[in-house]
């Protein structure tokens, strides 16, 4: 049976509903951080954006790549097992967190030795690995259960939870520690919601998991699991180069600007998620050619919402950084224009496809690619032209690397390189993105308005300018607007939609 089509399985639905969910979490963390940057002094505000930073590396280790793992072996288990399965998979991520939290206060005790005042922010943060690490499968199960609105919900829910931990106590008056326990008290909320949700579905009667089942989710997840703290440790390494190279100010006003605009790449990894159990029963039948014609269809389809978004951002850059953490930021505008340029090749979640296809080790060897070349790169220029440096050897690490998983994407479905990707329609659309940018870059320097009224007024135009463009190139037809508004409209499945 051949694949769906992106557009007839219901994926925009599926995963307008996901970046929904996942747009509301990452927009309420963004608000939590404006609020902090904006109330704290730049030391404390730099301090707590170092513990942040390090229970996530932390955290991603601690993974091991467990939660996705239930994708890939929900499609090969008995129903009656998935339940058992779940209860493995969180049993050791609660093991793992007891490993979390013995190397959270390590990393506490080595920087308060190095001068910085952090070890009683993370005292308390040591209980959080063990309430939040084993509800990490079931958003995961949700989805690979076609309960993709339940799994948007829970994503509303607990970010609600994990923002008010994060900002109540600081609009309070509360002392910076107090912080440490909202996150606590976040993670204990979380852990009694996905108890409830599992029994839910999955109640108590459950049958035993087939032998060796405990044997292939390692084999499947350590080199996954590994990746995964790979990407993470490289997501993090130039905020750490910074610090230690430049004052705790600097790396309070890089941590602003070094982050990568969340909508962009949820939309790729929300399309990618919902898809999984497609891309994983046609390899399993060996269906390759409809596993890649699947891919690269949805590729075409998030290239209309991304790409313009990525230029979008960076004609905005500044009038978005001013407006919300003020003008004593402002040295954050270069770096956050250099991560954007990152998401210019978030059109898709290239792992996805190496899960699929039982490539996780490729994964891994992708990960240390990356972070190699940025290491190698990171301290130079750094230490040549200040933070933007750390930005700069992070944009050319991925730029470098993308090659690099698409020659292996290329071999693991047996193809050549210029059928691994629609690099003539991402390159139209890229063209367009760009063009549609002249009007609101060329207003933006013949007018003087404030950052809040610059940037409504260059978004409207420039997405007037997009819409007219693209059509007069012909890269936007019915069926990607069809994608796009599906997608931001959170349609449900009509009867008769296959």
């Given at each position: 049976m051949p694949a769906r089509s992106v557009r007839s399985s219901g994926v925009a639905a599926k995963a307008g509903v996901i970046v929904f969910s996942k747009a509301f979490a990452h927009l309420s963390r963004i608000l939590a951080i404006v609020v902090l940057a904006r109330i704290l002094a730049k030391a404390d505000f730099g301090a707590l954006s170092f513990v942040l930073l390090t229970y996530i590396a932390v955290s991603g280790l601690a993974q091991i790549g467990l939660p996705e793992s239930v994708y890939f072996f929900f499609e090969k288990l008995p129903r009656g097992s998935r339940g058992?399965?779940?209860?493995?998979v969180a049993r050791l991520l609660f093991l793992l967190g007891l490993g979390s939290s013995?190397?959270?206060?390590?990393?506490?005790?080595?920087?308060?030795?190095?001068?910085?005042?952090?070890?009683?922010?993370?005292?308390?943060?040591?209980l959080l690995p063990l309430l939040e690490l084993p509800t990490f499968p079931v958003t995961h199960v949700l989805i690979a259960t076609d309960r993709a609105r339940e799994a948007a919900w829970l994503n509303i829910m607990f970010s609600s939870a994990l923002v008010a931990g994060l900002a109540a106590p600081v609009l309070l008056g509360q002392p910076l520690v107090t912080v440490s326990w909202g996150l606590v008290a976040y993670g204990a909320f979380r852990l009694a919601v996905c108890t409830a949700v599992f029994l839910r579905h999955f109640g108590r009667a459950m049958e035993a998991l087939p032998a060796g089942t405990m044997r292939s989710v390692f084999d499947y997840s350590l080199p996954l699991g590994?990746?995964?703290?790979?990407?993470k440790l490289n997501q993090v390494v130039d905020k750490y180069v910074v610090m230690y190279f430049l004052p705790m100010a600097a790396f309070a006003e890089y941590s602003v600007g070094s982050w990568e605009i969340p909508l962009v790449p949820m939309v790729a990894n929300a399309v990618a998620a919902v898809m999984m159990p497609q891309f994983v029963s046609a390899y399993l039948d060996g269906r390759r050619k409809d596993l890649l014609s699947a891919w690269t269809e949805a590729i075409e389809k998030v290239s209309v919402i991304v790409l313009p978004l990525?230029?979008?951002?960076?004609?905005?850059?500044?009038?978005?950084?001013v407006l919300l953490?003020?003008?004593k930021y402002l040295n954050a505008v270069l770096p956050f224009q250099i991560y954007t340029l990152i998401l210019l090749q978030r059109v898709t979640a290239y792992d996805a496809v190496l899960k699929a296809i039982d490539r996780t080790r490729v994964v891994t060897l992708w990960a240390l690619f990356t972070i190699a070349v940025n290491l190698v790169l990171c301290v130079p220029l750094v230490l040549w032209i200040?933070?933007?440096?750390?930005?700069?050897?992070?944009?050319?690490?991925?730029?470098?690397?993308?090659?690099?998983?698409?020659?292996?994407?290329?071999?693991?479905?047996?193809?050549?390189?210029?059928?691994?990707?629609?690099y003539r329609f991402y390159g139209r659309v890229l063209a367009a993105a760009l063009l549609a940018a002249a009007a609101p870059v060329f207003l933006g320097v013949v007018t003087d308005f404030s950052a809040g009224a610059a940037l409504a007024w260059k978004t409207v135009v420039y997405a007037a300018a997009f819409a007219f463009v693209s059509a007069r190139m012909g890269v936007c037809g019915r069926e990607e607007w069809d994608f796009v508004l599906g997608a931001v409209r959170l349609r449900r499945k009509r009867p008769?939609?296959?």
């Open positions: 058992r399965f779940v209860l493995l013995v190397v959270l206060i390590g990393i506490a005790l080595v920087a308060d030795r190095r001068g910085h005042d952090v070890l009683h922010l993370f005292v308390p943060l040591t590994f990746a995964q703290f790979v990407w990525v230029v979008l951002f960076l004609v905005i850059a500044r009038d978005l950084i953490f003020t003008e200040g933070m933007a440096g750390a930005a700069l050897s992070t944009l050319i690490a991925n730029a470098v690397t993308w090659v690099y998983v698409l020659v292996k994407i290329g071999h693991g479905l047996d193809v050549k390189l210029k059928e691994v990707f629609p008769g939609d296959e």
